[in-house]
């Protein structure tokens, strides 16, 4: 019997979506083993995607790996790394949270640059909503900005490269494709709650532990994309790898970079919201509304947008903007990706009826 991909939570950091095991790229150091081999101490690794068609792996990491940078993170718990990139010559980095959090309270933070020199960083600003960071380094020189591409003209099957520092391997580039666009990928954050990747890019270019917050660049070298996360499944043991599956996700550009330049500006970022708390509902319970998913409202505030809807306590909302209330990152997606003033509709069942009704944002 094969084994299915496995939905159950990992012992560290993971989360589930459509079925898979989303694993942070956690920053790690030490090697690992994979299909029984070790990953050899190759600090420059070149993968090409073969006759599917592929980048100039090399111009582009001629051109690029020097706005890419390793993050050094000290932390309570001990230290670990992940990557980042350059998108300020004024020395402001753009990486994921859950590389920076563990230093958010009395930890370090360092940067080291693909010709070696290290400086040490400071935290500008994140938010665990969207697992989106910023720190800063002050230099002598300006620093070499990563050039900005367009996510939103992505095509599914183009070639891409992934630039890191996987397993804490500095300027390790990979290749592959996007292999699909439009993901919602929930991954943990903070305080157990959820991040959502709206909108998320799916490519196989390999990506692993330390690959975190680093690039994701199409053939001329333009960031497209934030690595963040990978699906894993387990093995025969029921152990689920610790490496790539060749499913790996990005948050867009187009969605990453505004989020960094409000951080940088007030150092958090606030999403508009639809007032509402809401919890998922068993499929027992969802029986006896006579549907089979939903989410039960908990609390709305007081005056708040879905107040203002005509939403309240003990309803069950069905649906969001035209997609099932599935779980709670349905909601959070929407919000992630929207504008204060924005409508979105909502189906709800009260009393066994059905109704429909229009949350602005705010």
Same mark, same amino acid.
């Given at each position: 019997?094969t084994?299915?991909?496995? $939905?159950?939570?990992?012992?560290?950091?993971?989360?589930?979506?459509?079925g898979?095991?989303? +694993?942070l790229?956690?920053?790690?150091?030490?090697?690992?083993?994979i299909g029984?081999?070790?990953?050899?101490?190759?600090?420059?690794?070149?993968?090409?995607?073969?006759?599917?068609?592929?980048?100039? &792996?090399?111009?582009v990491?001629?051109?690029?790996l020097?706005t890419?940078?390793?993050v050094? !993170?000290? +932390?309570?718990?001990?230290?670990s790394n992940?990557?980042?990139q350059?998108?300020d010559?004024?020395?402001?980095?753009?990486?994921?949270?859950?590389v920076?959090?563990?230093?958010?309270k +009395?930890?370090?933070?360092a940067?080291?640059?693909?010709?070696?020199?290290?400086?040490? &960083?400071?935290?500008?600003?994140?938010?665990?909503?969207?697992?989106?960071a910023?720190?800063?380094?002050d230099?002598?020189?300006?620093?070499?900005?990563?050039?900005?591409?367009d996510?939103g003209?992505?095509?599914?099957?183009?070639?891409?490269?992934?630039l890191?520092?996987?397993?804490?391997?500095?300027? $390790?580039v990979?290749?592959g494709i996007?292999?699909?666009?439009?993901? $919602?990928v929930p991954?943990?954050s903070?305080?157990?709650s959820?991040?959502v990747l709206?909108?998320?890019?799916q490519?196989?270019?390999?990506?692993?532990p330390?690959?975190?917050g680093?690039?994701?660049?199409?053939?001329s070298?333009?960031?497209?994309g934030?690595?963040?996360?990978?699906? $894993?499944?387990?093995?025969?043991a +029921?152990?689920?790898?610790?490496?790539?599956?060749?499913?790996?996700?990005?948050?867009p550009?187009?969605?990453a970079?505004p989020?960094a330049h409000?951080?940088?500006?007030?150092?958090?970022?606030?999403?508009?919201?639809?007032?509402v708390?809401?919890t998922?509902?068993?499929?027992?319970?969802a029986?006896t509304?006579?549907?089979?998913d939903?989410?039960f409202?908990?609390? !709305?505030?007081?005056?708040?947008?879905?107040?203002?809807?005509g939403?309240r306590?003990g309803?069950?909302?069905?649906?969001?903007n035209? @997609?099932?209330?599935?779980?709670?990152?349905?909601?959070?997606?929407?919000q992630?990706t929207?504008?204060a003033?924005?409508?979105?509709?909502?189906v709800y069942?009260?009393?066994? @009826?059905? @109704?429909?009704?229009t949350?602005?944002?705010?």
């Open positions: 019997m084994d299915e991909p496995s $939905t159950t939570r990992d012992s560290g950091r993971g989360g589930t979506a459509h898979w095991m989303i +694993g790229i956690a920053a790690g150091a030490a090697l690992v083993l029984g081999g070790m990953i050899a101490g190759v600090f420059t690794t070149l993968l090409l995607a073969g006759n599917r068609g592929s980048c100039d &792996a090399a111009g990491a001629d051109r690029v020097p890419i940078v390793t050094q !993170v000290a +932390g309570e718990n001990g230290s992940g990557s980042g350059i998108i010559d004024n020395g402001y980095i753009l990486t994921n949270n859950h920076v959090s563990p230093a958010a +009395g930890g370090s933070l940067v080291r640059f693909s010709d070696g020199h290290e400086l040490p &960083a400071t935290l500008v600003g994140r938010d665990p909503t969207t697992d989106l910023v720190v800063k380094v230099d002598d020189d300006p620093l070499p900005v990563i050039e900005t591409g996510s003209a992505l095509d599914v099957g183009q070639p891409v490269v992934a890191g520092a996987p397993l804490g391997l500095s300027s $390790t990979t290749a996007v292999s699909a666009l439009g993901r $919602t991954v943990p903070d305080d157990d959820n991040a709206a909108g998320a890019i490519t196989d270019a390999s990506i692993n330390g690959n975190s680093g690039a994701l660049v199409d053939c070298g333009r960031l497209v934030v690595n963040t996360a990978i699906a $894993t499944v387990p093995g025969s +029921g152990q689920r790898s610790l490496g790539s599956v060749g499913i790996g996700f990005a948050v550009v187009a969605q970079l989020i409000e951080l940088i500006e007030h150092g958090e970022v606030n999403h508009p919201t639809a007032g708390s809401v998922p509902i068993p499929p027992s319970v029986a509304y006579g549907i089979t939903g989410l409202v908990q609390a !709305v505030v007081v005056g708040g947008p879905a107040a203002k809807a939403i306590p309803d069950v909302i069905t649906s969001v035209g @997609h099932p209330a599935v779980s709670v990152d349905v909601l959070t997606a929407i992630v929207s504008s003033g924005d409508e979105v509709d909502v069942v009260r009393g066994g @009826h059905e @109704h429909t009704t949350v602005t944002l705010r």
